[in-house]
C-alpha cells in the first residue's frame, strides 16, 4: 500500500531553517515526480517544490533561492531544506507522488512547520 511519512517539522525562529523528509512505501519513487506541498489553515493544500525521476526541480517563486529538494532513491526518501524561513511558511507540509497528488490519493499527516520569535 502507497504510503508517506513526512517528519522534521518543528518551531523556528524568522531566518531559521529545517530539513524535511519524506519516507514513502509501497511504489518507487526513483521512476516517479515526486512533490513537496503545504497547507495554511482553512485553504487547499499548494505545491512548493517538485523534483523529477532525472531530478530536475521546480520551485514556486515564493520559495525559490530558499528551499531545497531533494531525493535518495536507495532510501525512498525526499526532502526539503528550508532556510530562510519566513512567518508566512509556517503551515503544515506534505509529501506526494504528482499524479497521486492529482487524483487526492494517499496524502499523509504531513509535518508541521512554525517560523515564529
Known amino acids: 500500500q502507497v504510503q508517506f511519512v513526512e517528519s522534521g517539522g518543528g518551531l523556528v525562529q524568522p531566518g531559521g531553517l529545517l530539513k524535511l523528509s519524506c519516507i514513502a512505501s509501497?511504489?518507487?519513487?526513483?521512476?516517479?515526480?515526486m512533490n513537496w506541498y503545504r497547507q495554511f489553515p482553512g485553504n487547499e493544500r499548494e505545491l512548493v517544490a517538485g523534483?523529477?525521476?532525472?531530478?530536475?526541480?521546480t520551485y514556486v517563486d515564493f520559495v525559490k533561492g530558499r528551499f531545497t529538494i531533494s531525493r535518495d532513491n536507495a532510501k525512498n526518501t525526499i526532502y526539503l531544506q528550508m532556510n530562510s524561513l519566513k512567518s508566512e511558511d509556517t503551515a503544515q507540509y506534505y509529501c506526494?507522488?504528482?499524479?497521486?497528488?492529482?487524483?487526492?490519493?494517499?496524502w499523509g499527516q504531513g509535518t508541521p512547520v512554525t517560523v515564529s520569535s
Open positions: 509501497g511504489f518507487d519513487i526513483a521512476w516517479n515526480y
Open positions: 523534483s523529477s525521476y532525472s531530478c530536475r526541480t
Open positions: 506526494n507522488e504528482h499524479e497521486y497528488a492529482m487524483g487526492g490519493y494517499y
